[in-house]
């Protein structure tokens, strides 16, 4: 029988369908009764949306232009 | 879920055709596509340190090799491998699998009783879409300081994987890490900015 817990570790797993059969049913069973674990799948179904929406990056100093132009004149030598 | 748009082949062969011609739109458009990502990948292998030194010659080294590309992986993973390779060689002598067994809980122990059952109430949030949620200026700015938080190698599997459309296969050859430790990282990664919010939510 899975609990919370196992909810908890296994919400992105669920999610992605990366679960064999048995576990997956018996997660999904506790999901059926726990209001809590299925607001907490929720919400992290929720947060994934928000993230690929705000595609946050890397902090990146680099110049792009100035590789860009570098990359460039490397190309014309080859 | 929705992952998101490769260019078509047709597009990428127009575009290398384009960057074997020097035009410069064309060298504009893929450092500005692919240049984060790669860093990004070259972080989480090399560490700060070494990245952006990695980066510059993984791209010296794939425009020297561009005409030999012969198109059997899109031009993103094309330049995530060469990355890779070039971040992986500078640390060839150090065992870098990440370790997992640091303590690391998806949701504090102590929110659990014994038989491993929730002692808190966990309620649906009222702004149920991204747009909603992000409509406040304040709580952007702390998902986007929780993910650059995050350790390096969490940020690249969650980049490659929910951002760039990368399969978990493809990311796990990147990293160099076994799909079930990348699906830990994925985890991980997911949760701790799952926490940035829901702590928002309850303040």
């Keep these: 029988m899975a609990e919370c817990k196992n909810i908890a570790e296994e919400a992105s797993n669920l999610l992605d369908g990366e679960i064999p059969f048995r576990k997956r049913m018996a997660l999904h069973l506790h999901l059926l009764y726990c209001s809590c674990c299925r607001a907490y799948v929720q919400q992290l179904k929720q947060t994934i949306s928000t993230i690929t929406v705000l595609r946050p990056q890397e902090k990146d100093a680099t110049d792009t232009d100035a590789l860009s132009k570098k990359l460039q004149e490397l190309s014309k030598k080859h | ?203």
């Design chain 2, 1 to 203: 879920m929705k992952k998101n748009a490769q260019p078509s082949r047709k597009d990428e062969r127009l575009l290398i055709k384009q960057l074997i011609a020097g035009e410069s739109q064309a060298f504009d458009f893929i450092v500005s596509e692919y240049n984060n990502i790669m860093l990004s990948v070259a972080r989480a292998i090399v560490g700060e340190a070494f990245a952006d030194e990695v980066v510059q010659d993984a791209w010296i080294s794939a425009i020297k090799a561009l005409p030999k590309f012969e198109g059997r992986s899109s031009l993103k993973t094309w330049l995530l491998h060469i990355v890779s390779n070039g971040a992986k060689s500078r640390v060839r002598r150090e065992n870098r699998q990440e370790s997992l067994d640091d303590g690391w809980e998806s949701v504090s122990a102590d929110k659990f009783d014994q038989s491993g059952h929730r002692y808190d109430d966990v309620y649906v949030w009222d702004n149920a879409t991204p747009e909603s949620l992000l409509a406040n200026d304040q709580l952007q700015t702390i998902i986007e300081q929780s993910f650059q938080n995050l350790p390096a190698i969490q940020r690249a599997v969650l980049s490659m994987y929910e951002l760039e459309g990368i399969k978990m296969d493809e990311v796990c050859n990147i990293l160099d890490i076994t799909s079930s430790n990348a699906r830990v990282l994925l985890h991980r990664a997911r949760t701790t900015l799952h926490h940035s919010i829901e702590k928002y939510q309850d303040n």
